[in-house]
């Protein structure tokens, strides 16, 4: 199984990123999609989650501003984030619980750098 995200990068304050991370390799299903995100000299936190039905749960810090999504038939979350500051610059990591042939485990993406300069 690999999760390979992309998207990240350079924005202004105020600007708009959008996060794509697709899964792959001998995939039967996969339950819950999420970011999390981790900046210099911090812990890891979550940002946003989706359940394979829709469900969604946000970070406080993120609400109304950032969106998360899923295509179940491209095996493929997205992270929309609008109104950026710099407390979002961190590098972002895509999560998913995922059930293949070889079991059921949680995968983490290799992360992607977002600077939000001021």
């Known amino acids: 199984v690999h999760l390979v995200e992309s998207g990240g990068g350079l924005v202004q304050a105020g600007g708009s990123l959008r996060l794509s991370c697709a899964a792959s390799?001998?995939?039967?299903?996969?339950?819950?999609m999420g970011w999390y995100r981790q900046a210099p000299g911090k812990q890891r936190e979550l940002v946003a989650t989706?359940?394979?039905?829709?469900?969604?749960n946000y970070a406080d810090s993120v609400k109304g501003r950032f969106t998360i999504s899923r295509d179940n038939a491209k095996a493929t979350v997205y992270l929309e984030m609008n109104s950026l500051n710099d407390e979002d610059t961190a590098v972002y990591f895509c999560?998913?619980?995922?059930?293949?042939?070889?079991?059921?485990?949680?995968?983490w993406g290799q992360g992607t750098q977002v600077t939000v300069s001021s």
């Open positions: 999560n998913a619980d995922i059930l293949s042939f070889t079991g059921r485990s949680t995968w």
């Open positions: 989706v359940s394979s039905d829709g469900w969604t």
């Open positions: 390799g001998g995939i039967i299903g996969i339950n819950t």
